[in-house]
């Protein structure tokens, strides 16, 4: 059980591989919820939790009562239960995001309730069976299946020119685009895509390098959470995925805080991510979005 270098190895094969695929499908889950939520919603997202919400403030205030922990203040979501994805998916005014794609609620409250117990049964170190196993990926052809329309919607994606952007995005992007004229702005380009209910920008730095913090600084100073980034730090790349239901101040503040962005020079030795706040919406760069589940 303990190897010479004093190393654990409780695990069994099974339950290792159940443990991996069980998390992936449980934090893809939590994307595509919020995915959906702020595409629909925009700024107003978090207003479809209901209940859900309520306890996990709870429980993030329970972690920062204990203050020798660190709680995760900007990722609401992952204070929330695996039942409460399933309560919030089923609920009124959300279902219908996902009404198209995938089986009726009944058939889906089952997967849930397999998906549930498994899980339970996994973390509470109960042996994972060749039953278990074949029932996880039942569960992961199911969700491949269900969101594979995310690719398409990729695929269609298009260009859009800056002034043809909705009255929200128009504004601030034209003024984001307008300023790589300037020979001491940072930014080398910026284009717009249409993503089905997002609009992505993409922005180049001309040189030096973006902060890894930089997400992070800009929800904290435009004071919202309502979009994905995926960041390519060292090259100096920003893709920030706005909904197309954006209200005009929240994404002028989203928009200008990416824009006014200082860019550092290139390190030799980056510093380490572990000291970098955790956010639910930031992926690296290479990750395009959305994304369909895949292992």
């Not at 290792?16 to 959906?36: C, D, G, H, P, V």
């Not at 569960?139 to 990729?154: A, G, K, N, P």
């Not at 009255?167 to 984001?176: A, C, G, N, Q, S």
């Not at 940072?186 to 390098?209: E, F, I, M, N, Q």
Request: glycine share 4%.
């Amino acid at each position: 059980m303990f190897g010479q270098d004093d190393a654990a190895s409780f695990c069994r094969p099974n339950c290792e591989r159940a443990y991996s695929r069980l998390y992936n499908i449980e934090a893809y889950l939590r994307f595509m919820l919020r995915w959906e939520l702020v595409g629909a919603y925009a700024e107003n997202w978090q207003g479809q939790l209901g209940r859900v919400l309520d306890e996990a403030r709870e429980r993030l205030e329970q972690e920062r009562a204990l203050r020798i922990i660190d709680a995760d203040e900007l990722n609401i979501m992952s204070y929330m239960m695996l039942g409460d994805l399933k309560d919030v998916m089923f609920k009124d005014g959300v279902w219908s995001l996902f009404r198209q794609q995938w089986p009726p609620q009944d058939l889906l409250q089952s997967d849930f309730k397999l998906l549930i117990a498994v899980r339970n049964k996994n973390a509470h170190y109960r042996p994972v069976t060749a039953r278990d196993m074949r029932t996880i990926e039942r569960l992961q052809t199911t969700i491949s299946e269900m969101t594979d329309h995310y690719r398409r919607e990729r695929a269609n994606a298009f260009l859009k020119a800056p002034d043809k952007l909705p009255e929200p995005l128009k504004e601030p992007v034209l003024e984001w685009v307008a300023s790589i004229d300037d020979e001491d702005s940072p930014w080398a380009s910026v284009t717009a895509t249409k993503l089905d209910k997002y609009y992505r920008l993409d922005g180049a730095l001309r040189r030096g390098a973006l902060p890894e913090d930089a997400v992070h600084q800009i929800v904290t100073f435009g004071r919202a959470d309502c979009l994905f980034a995926g960041l390519d730090a060292a090259s100096g790349r920003l893709s920030l995925y706005l909904p197309k239901e954006i209200g005009a101040a929240q994404a002028g503040r989203l928009i200008r805080h990416a824009m006014a962005l200082t860019p550092i020079e290139v390190e030799v030795d980056p510093p380490s991510r572990e000291e970098l706040p955790r956010l639910d919406y930031v992926f690296d760069a290479a990750v395009q979005l959305p994304a369909p589940f895949r292992l």
